[in-house]
């Protein structure tokens, strides 16, 4: 958990504005001419360690603009953006720790809701792995334990890439529990995924694709997603706006109780 700092945020994005040409004076001859249109100007907020802050505003503001701020993926024009005690002005979005929960879901349409809970915790390691099987010799074989799938040969041991095992592990999900192929790896991702989904009550979901769910369900979803990784800071960009009246207003006294439990850092922004 981290508390937030905005420091004098400034943003501004280019813009094209239409002028008549002097030269000629003409409504139909007109020349382009970039300029630059402010949408945030000197923000400035300390978001607690473990605070739940709620920003609202009307459509256009500036509310999301400021969380893709946070999260990296757009670029300030000034000043500061601190996580902790780290300035993250120039890490990138998977440098700082966050997670974010979209208006849209942004659920994977091709993977059920167990694969796109175990998504996030997945990909951590991804960066530095290599992509080729690692021959090593065997007393050395300690020293990558983090890459369970190995075959020996002679005096060495050949190590599988996590891609190979991810898919052996997807293959062999549906067989009896004695065929699976279980890594400790994924059996740490599998623990976090059903705590996860015990806590959001979709344990029942975990087999479904998320063109099987109701818009709830997509949300609670996709709050998982974000939950699993257990991050520093939850953006939520109008989390439930494509719920009915009646659901937003449950849903959001249960993201409020989660946040309690968690004690996780939280910029929620809504229209209303």
Request: hydrophobic share 35%; charged share 25%.
């Amino acid at each position: 958990m981290a508390e937030v700092i905005l420091d004098n945020i400034y943003k501004s994005f280019p813009i094209r504005r239409q002028t008549s040409s002097e030269e000629t004076k003409s409504s139909e001859l007109q020349e382009s001419t970039l300029t630059r249109q402010a949408v945030l100007k000197r923000v400035n907020l300390n978001i607690l360690d473990g605070e739940f802050m709620v920003l609202v505003g009307p459509s256009g503001c500036g509310k999301s603009t400021l969380l893709r701020l946070i999260a990296g993926l757009e670029t300030i024009t000034g000043g500061n953006i601190y996580i902790g005690d780290k300035l993250v002005n120039e890490l990138p979005p998977k440098a700082r720790d966050i997670a974010m929960v979209f208006q849209n879901y942004a659920l994977y349409p091709h993977l059920k809701v167990y694969d796109n809970l175990a998504f996030g915790l997945r990909r951590s390691d991804r960066e530095t792995e290599p992509k080729q099987p690692l021959i090593i010799p065997r007393k050395d074989s300690n020293l990558h334990s983090n890459q369970q799938l190995s075959f020996t040969l002679g005096d060495y041991q050949i190590l599988a890439p996590l891609w190979l095992e991810d898919a052996l592990v997807g293959i062999t999900r549906s067989l009896p529990p004695n065929f699976r192929y279980l890594s400790e790896r994924e059996k740490a991702v599998d623990q976090r995924v059903l705590t996860v989904a015990k806590l959001l009550q979709i344990e029942s979901l975990l087999d479904r694709y998320p063109k099987q769910l109701s818009g709830g369900q997509k949300q609670r979803v996709a709050l998982g997603r974000a939950m699993a990784r257990n991050p520093q800071v939850f953006l939520m960009d109008e989390p439930l706006s494509n719920l009915d009246a009646k659901l937003r207003t449950e849903t959001r006294a249960q993201i409020v109780e989660l946040q309690k439990k968690l004690g996780t850092t939280t910029i929620y922004v809504t229209h209303d």
